[in-house]
């Protein structure tokens, strides 16, 4: 693919459901990245790969939210029981080689009711 | 901890204007820094990046200088124009491997004809 995509593009829940977000990085990119971003904020840093590895899911704000990448490709955002404050936009981003340029996808707007 | 400050917004400037946006950083370690730019209904893009000390990065008429001795990055462009509205994204990235990525909370630039 020319670019990193993310399904879906907009996402609607009720409270306590659970969803999960799809990112699929551009071919070859060994790093992906995922950050939340809140309206007027930057970008905030949740969790990273480097192939299938979890290297750093510091970022992740509670147990209800976790990531895999179980071929070292594609990856999921897992969030369990929704709350109305995990409304956001979840942005992943892939690279080459950590200290590369990050190209990223264009979100997944999640607002749960 | 590392983190990132920018000029806060939004900026409103006539095309042909002289652009500074001010960005600032806090890093334990050596950072890479960028501006990253976002502009209307799109994902974030890389703009220009410097990986050490006094080197410029450049790129569509934007200069940023990286100053250890000030810890700042600011982004500067000689005359702006009207397709340069977006929102300009400072950030860094430190680490051993500098997968640690820290954003700004982002500034908004309009230019009007």
């Known amino acids: 693919g020319a670019g990193v995509s993310q399904s879906p593009r907009y996402k609607v829940t009720k409270r306590g459901q659970d969803v999960a977000l799809r990112c699929d990085p551009i071919s070859g990119h060994v790093s992906l990245y995922w950050y939340r971003q809140a309206l007027g904020q930057g970008p905030e840093f949740l969790t990273y790969?480097?192939?299938?590895?979890?290297?750093?899911k510091s970022g992740l704000p509670n147990d209800r939210f976790s990531a895999e990448r179980p071929e070292g490709s594609i990856s999921t955002l897992t969030i369990q029981r929704t709350e109305q404050r995990d409304s956001a936009m979840y942005r992943c981003?892939?690279?080459?080689?950590?200290?590369?340029?990050?190209?990223f996808g264009p979100g997944t707007r999640l607002t749960v009711l | 901890g590392d983190s990132v400050t920018q000029m806060e917004g939004p900026v409103t400037l006539s095309e042909e204007a002289f652009l500074t946006i001010n960005c600032t950083y806090t890093?334990?370690?050596?950072?890479?820094l960028f501006w990253y730019v976002q502009y209307p209904g799109e994902g974030l893009q890389l703009l220009l990046k410097a990986t050490k000390a006094d080197d410029k990065g450049s790129n569509k008429g934007f200069e940023a200088t990286y100053r250890k001795e000030t810890t700042s990055f600011h982004l500067e462009k000689g005359s702006v124009q009207v397709s340069d509205s977006a929102v300009y994204f400072c950030a860094l990235s430190v680490g051993n491997t500098g997968n640690q990525f820290y954003f700004g909370t982002g500034t908004s630039l309009t230019v009007i004809p």
């Open positions: 981003a892939s690279s080459l080689v950590g200290q590369g340029e990050q190209f």
């Open positions: 790969f480097n192939y299938e590895a979890q290297q750093d």
């Open positions: 890093a334990t370690g050596y950072p890479s």
